[in-house]
C-alpha cells in the first residue's frame, strides 16, 4: 500500500472516530434525560478532561480518584500529540463541521485572514488565569472549558429548544386527522423516548446559546478559532504536545508547493519555514499528508526535542505567565470583594449535601448537575451570587423542586463537588429551610382554604404542618382555618411546597439556604 492511500485511511478513520466520539457524547447526554437508566458513565467526557482534573484537584486540595483517567488523555497527547482536538473532542468536532467548507488547497477567501500568529498566547494567558484561580479555590473561568461549554449549551438551550419545536410541529399536524396514525406511531417510537414529557424551563437559555453561536460565528472567520486562540483546555495539550513522540516531519522530497498549508485547520503550516508545523498546534488531522503529492510529510515516532530555538513567539513565556498571575490574583481579589450579600443571597440554594464540601471549588461548572434533574430545578447561575459563582448550579423551586426520592445530581458528579450521598442520606441533609409568608399565604392573608404545601410536604412525618384556628372575616363571620406553619428541625428545603404554592407569581412559601452557622434564613 503506497503511502498516499495510507494517509488517506487514516484521515477517513479519524473522520470516523470523532463521528463514534460525538455520537458516544450525544448519547450519554441523552440517556441522562430517560428515566430507569442508570448514570454510570454519564460522566465519562470528563474524567478524560486533564483540564477539569488538574483544576479541581487544585481547588480541592485533594486526590480525586475518579479524575485519575484523565491520565489517559495525557499518556496518548504526550505519545500522539493533540489527538483530543483532533479526533475526540466533541466541541472541535462540531467547529471543523460548522467551518466553512473549502475545495483542497484552494486559498481562504479575501477577507478572512488569520489574525496574527501572536494571538494564539492567548489561550496560554487564559490557561494560567484558569491554574492559579483554582490554586487560589476559584473555579469560574471553568465555563470556558469545550466540554462544559457544549453540556452547557445542549442543556439549557439546544434540547430544551428541540423539544419546543418537535411539540409545535405535532400541535400544527395533529389538526390533520388522516396524520393522527403516523404521527402516534412516531411520538411513541422517537418523540417519546428522546424527550419524554417533561417541559425543560432554563433562565440562562438566552446568554449561553449566544455565548456559544459567537464561539461558531468565530469559525467562519478564521477556521478553528477557538481551538486556535482561546481554548485552555487546547494549550494545556499543546505545551505537552511539544514532547510527543510522533509528530509532523517534512521530509527532503518537500517541493513546498504550499499545497498542504491552505488545508490544515488550525494553519500552523509555515511556508517560510520549509513548510514546517508547530506540534503544539497541530491537531494530528492528517490533512497534511492527504494533501500532498510528493509523500513530503509523514507523521513519525521521534525524540522528545524541546529547544527555547523551536520556541515561538506565541508561545508562553515570563511575561505571558506574570500578566496570568496578575489577572488570576486581581480576579480572586475582586471576587472575594463582593458583598456577602452578593456571593451568599438567601436564596442560593446547592445541590443536596453541597454545603458538606467546599462546593465553590470543587464545582468545575461541568453542568452535569444540572442536565439530568429531572425537574428542572438546578440551572445554572449567572450573576444572581457574584462572579465567583458565574455557572455553578443552583435550586431554583419555583421552576423545579428536588425530588425526594432521586439522588441523579450525586451520582454525575465527576469531582465530588456534591458528595456521594446514598438516598437515606441525601434525605436527612438540609439543602435549605422553609418560610411561609403569612402577607401572601391563602389561609393567613384572605383567609382561603388551602392546605397544598402540608399536602406536597414528602417528609413521612411532615415538615409542614396546619394548626387550626377560628377566623372572622370581614362580614363578622366567625370561620375556621389551617395555617399552614413549618417544623423547623424536620424541613430539608426540597422545595415542593414553594413548587407546588398555588399562589401567582411568588410562591406565599419560599425555601432559603442556611447559613454557615447551621442556623436558617428568615425563620418560620
Given at each position: 500500500m503506497n503511502r498516499s492511500r495510507k494517509s488517506e485511511i487514516i484521515h477517513r478513520l479519524r473522520q470516523g472516530t470523532q463521528v463514534v466520539t460525538l455520537m458516544l457524547f450525544l448519547y450519554l447526554f441523552w440517556r441522562a434525560f430517560s428515566p430507569g437508566l442508570n448514570f454510570s458513565g454519564s460522566d465519562l467526557f470528563y474524567r478524560l478532561d486533564p483540564l477539569a482534573a488538574i483544576t479541581a484537584m487544585l481547588a480541592g486540595r485533594t486526590w480525586i480518584p475518579g479524575l485519575a483517567l484523565a491520565g489517559v488523555t495525557l499518556a496518548f497527547t504526550l505519545v500522539f500529540g493533540r489527538v483530543w482536538c483532533g479526533w475526540v473532542c466533541p466541541m472541535g468536532t462540531l467547529l471543523e463541521w460548522f467551518s466553512p467548507r473549502r475545495k483542497k488547497g484552494q486559498q481562504p477567501r479575501p477577507g478572512r485572514k488569520a489574525l496574527s500568529e501572536r494571538w494564539r498566547v492567548v489561550k496560554y494567558v487564559l490557561l494560567v488565569v484558569l491554574l492559579l484561580g483554582a490554586l487560589f479555590g476559584n473555579q469560574t473561568l471553568m465555563f470556558l472549558d469545550p466540554l462544559t461549554i457544549l453540556t452547557?449549551?445542549?442543556?439549557?438551550?439546544?434540547?430544551?429548544?428541540?423539544?419546543?419545536?418537535?411539540?409545535?410541529?405535532?400541535?400544527?399536524?395533529?389538526?390533520?386527522?388522516?396524520?393522527?396514525?403516523?404521527?402516534?406511531?412516531?411520538?411513541?417510537?422517537?418523540?417519546?423516548?428522546?424527550?419524554?414529557?417533561v417541559e425543560a424551563v432554563f433562565i440562562a437559555a438566552v446568554p449561553v446559546f449566544l455565548f456559544f453561536l459567537a464561539i461558531v460565528a468565530l469559525n467562519w472567520w478564521v477556521e478553528r478559532f477557538w481551538c486556535r486562540y482561546l481554548c485552555p483546555l487546547g494549550g494545556l495539550l499543546g505545551l505537552l504536545s511539544k514532547l510527543s513522540l510522533v509528530r509532523r516531519e517534512v521530509g527532503d522530497v518537500?517541493?513546498?508547493?504550499?499545497?498542504?498549508?491552505?488545508?490544515?485547520?488550525?494553519?500552523?503550516?509555515?511556508?517560510?519555514?520549509?513548510?514546517?508545523?508547530?506540534?503544539?498546534?497541530?491537531?494530528?488531522?492528517?490533512?497534511?499528508?492527504?494533501?500532498?503529492?510528493?509523500?513530503?510529510?509523514?507523521?513519525?515516532?521521534?525524540?522528545?526535542?524541546?529547544k527555547l530555538a523551536d520556541w515561538k513567539d506565541y508561545d508562553p513565556g515570563r511575561r505571558e505567565v506574570l500578566t496570568g498571575v496578575v489577572l488570576a490574583a486581581t480576579g480572586v481579589a475582586l471576587a472575594g470583594v463582593e458583598?456577602?450579600?452578593?456571593?451568599?443571597?438567601?436564596?442560593?440554594?446547592?445541590?443536596?449535601?453541597?454545603?458538606?464540601?467546599?462546593?465553590?471549588?470543587?464545582?468545575?461548572?461541568?453542568?452535569?448537575?444540572?442536565r439530568v434533574c429531572p425537574t428542572q430545578g438546578l440551572q445554572p447561575s449567572l450573576l444572581e451570587g457574584g462572579w465567583q459563582?458565574?455557572?455553578?448550579?443552583?435550586?431554583?423551586?419555583?421552576?423545579?423542586?428536588?425530588?425526594?426520592?432521586?439522588?441523579?445530581?450525586?451520582?454525575?458528579?465527576?469531582?465530588?463537588?456534591?458528595?456521594?450521598?446514598?438516598?437515606?442520606?441525601?434525605?436527612?441533609?438540609?439543602?435549605?429551610?422553609?418560610?411561609?409568608?403569612?402577607?401572601?399565604?391563602?389561609?393567613?392573608?384572605?383567609?382561603?382554604?388551602?392546605?397544598?404545601?402540608?399536602?406536597?410536604?414528602?417528609?413521612p412525618e411532615k415538615a409542614i404542618r396546619l394548626e387550626e384556628v377560628e377566623v372572622v372575616n370581614a362580614q363578622g363571620e366567625t370561620l375556621t382555618l389551617q395555617h399552614p406553619y413549618v417544623v423547623q428541625e424536620l424541613c430539608i428545603g426540597c422545595g415542593i411546597c414553594e413548587h407546588q404554592c398555588p399562589m401567582g407569581g411568588e410562591s406565599a412559601i419560599r425555601v432559603f439556604s442556611p447559613t454557615d452557622t447551621g442556623l436558617f434564613m428568615g425563620g418560620v
Open positions: 452547557r449549551t445542549l442543556t439549557v438551550a439546544v434540547w430544551p429548544g428541540l423539544r419546543s419545536a418537535v411539540n409545535e410541529l405535532e400541535g400544527f399536524l395533529y389538526q390533520f386527522e388522516f396524520l393522527w396514525g403516523p404521527l402516534d406511531v412516531i411520538h411513541n417510537a422517537v418523540v417519546y423516548p428522546l424527550f419524554q414529557d518537500c517541493a513546498s508547493c504550499a499545497l498542504c498549508g491552505p488545508d490544515c485547520p488550525t494553519g500552523t503550516i509555515d511556508p517560510k519555514n520549509g513548510m514546517r508545523s508547530d506540534p503544539a498546534e497541530c491537531v494530528v488531522c492528517y490533512d497534511c499528508m492527504v494533501s500532498c503529492t510528493r509523500d513530503g510529510t509523514a507523521f513519525r515516532l521521534q525524540l522528545p526535542d524541546w458583598p456577602i450579600r452578593k456571593r451568599q443571597p438567601a436564596d442560593l440554594i446547592r445541590p443536596p449535601g453541597a454545603r458538606l464540601t467546599d462546593f465553590e471549588s470543587l464545582c468545575i461548572r461541568c453542568g452535569e448537575c444540572v459563582n458565574l455557572m455553578t448550579p443552583r435550586l431554583m423551586p419555583r421552576l423545579g423542586y428536588c425530588s425526594y426520592n432521586c439522588n441523579a445530581c450525586i451520582e454525575v458528579c465527576p469531582t465530588g463537588a456534591i458528595p456521594p450521598l446514598s438516598l437515606a442520606e441525601k434525605q436527612n441533609t438540609p439543602i435549605g429551610l422553609a418560610r411561609v409568608d403569612q402577607d401572601r399565604c391563602l389561609p393567613w392573608a384572605y383567609n382561603i382554604i388551602c392546605t397544598v404545601c402540608e399536602e406536597a410536604c414528602p417528609l
